[in-house]
């Protein structure tokens, strides 16, 4: 009996071990992010540039979605952010429209109302997201910059997915999307987006993450989760954005 035992534990832990070097197989996914600030008194000639730049890309015929949010909240209020969807790294060497070309119309429409920009790239980590198909873009968008302690990238991820798995075994209607900055020049920083449809979700109900993990795993073993992502956390950045479907980029058949 031990023997078979011992049999079905290594069936196990190979079976699982097959599918995380699945998991690390699955090409990765990138998102690209453009940060943008208008200048000072010029953001309706912003706005209406981001628009001719659209447009644009309706007549290339370009199939990649391009979202624009706004700043609401945080000391980057103001600032007009530009979501890629996400594609793998084989993807970004042949978009539909080349950067080049994109790059001189962008000159034209855009960057004579730009006062500063910057760009970052992101990872999606599915090991930490929790998802599920939305009707609709949400309005709203809470997002969460966590950056890490040299060496403490590892002990932030096994905590989160700790509170990911309490969160999944307890049901909890929380729903948020990961990524990890690629490149950043700095330690590890991980991103998460929770999608909020109006103001009035932003009023958190029912029980909190923390006493979902207590739930799942014992005061104990919470204790030691929460502990170790404060150990691993140096310190965090918050904000939320809204929706602009009337300066985005949605074809009408993406790839």
Same mark, same amino acid.
């Given at each position: 009996?031990?023997?078979?035992?011992a049999a079905m534990v290594t069936v196990c832990l190979?079976?699982?071990?097959?599918?995380?070097?699945?998991?690390?197989?699955?090409?990765?996914?990138?998102?690209r992010v453009y940060y943008m600030t208008p200048k000072?008194?010029?953001?309706?000639?912003?706005?209406?540039?981001?628009?001719?730049?659209?447009?644009?890309?309706?007549?290339?015929?370009?199939?990649?979605?391009?979202?624009?949010?706004?700043?609401?909240?945080?000391?980057?209020?103001?600032?007009?952010?530009?979501?890629?969807?996400?594609?793998?790294?084989?993807?970004?060497?042949?978009?539909?429209?080349?950067?080049?070309?994109?790059?001189?119309?962008?000159?034209?429409?855009?960057?004579?109302? #730009?006062?500063?920009?910057? !760009?970052?790239?992101?990872?999606? @980590?599915? +090991? %930490? *997201?929790?998802?599920?198909?939305?009707s609709a873009t949400p309005k709203f968008s809470s997002?969460?910059?966590?950056?890490?302690?040299?060496?403490?990238?590892?002990?932030?991820?096994?905590?989160?997915?700790?509170?990911?798995?309490?969160?999944?075994?307890?049901?909890?209607?929380?729903?948020?999307?990961?990524?990890?900055?690629?490149?950043?020049?700095?330690?590890?920083?991980?991103?998460?987006?929770?999608?909020?449809?109006?103001?009035?979700?932003?009023?958190?109900?029912?029980?909190?993450?923390?006493?979902?993990?207590?739930?799942?795993?014992?005061?104990?073993?919470?204790?030691?989760?929460?502990?170790?992502?404060?150990?691993? #956390?140096?310190?965090?950045? !918050?904000?939320?954005?809204?929706? @602009?479907? +009337? %300066? *985005?980029?949605?074809?009408?058949?993406?790839?």
């Amino acid at each position: 009996m031990r023997k078979a035992s011992a049999a079905m534990v290594t069936v196990c832990l190979l079976s699982g071990l097959a599918g995380i070097l699945a998991a690390q197989q699955e090409p990765a996914q990138i998102v690209r992010v453009y940060y943008m600030t208008p200048k000072s008194g010029m953001e309706m000639q912003f706005e209406d540039g981001v628009k001719k730049h659209m447009a644009w890309h309706a007549q290339k015929k370009d199939t990649w979605r391009w979202d624009v949010r706004f700043t609401e909240t945080g000391p980057r209020s103001g600032e007009y952010v530009a979501v890629s969807a996400p594609r793998t790294w084989a993807d970004w060497d042949k978009p539909v429209v080349t950067s080049e070309e994109d790059g001189q119309n962008y000159l034209q429409t855009m960057a004579p109302y #730009v006062a500063s920009w910057s !760009s970052i790239l992101l990872r999606v @980590r599915t +090991d %930490l *997201s929790r998802g599920g198909e939305a009707s609709a873009t949400p309005k709203f968008s809470s997002v969460t910059f966590y950056h890490i302690r040299y060496g403490q990238a590892g002990k932030f991820v096994n905590s989160m997915r700790q509170i990911r798995e309490a969160l999944e075994k307890t049901n909890s209607p929380a729903r948020s999307t990961w990524f990890q900055v690629v490149a950043s020049g700095r330690n590890a920083i991980f991103v998460v987006s929770t999608p909020r449809n109006n103001w009035a979700e932003f009023e958190l109900t029912g029980p909190s993450p923390r006493a979902r993990v207590e739930e799942v795993f014992g005061r104990a073993a919470a204790d030691s989760i929460y502990a170790d992502l404060d150990d691993s #956390v140096q310190f965090t950045e !918050s904000k939320i954005t809204s929706y @602009r479907p +009337d %300066l *985005s980029f949605v074809p009408a058949t993406p790839r």
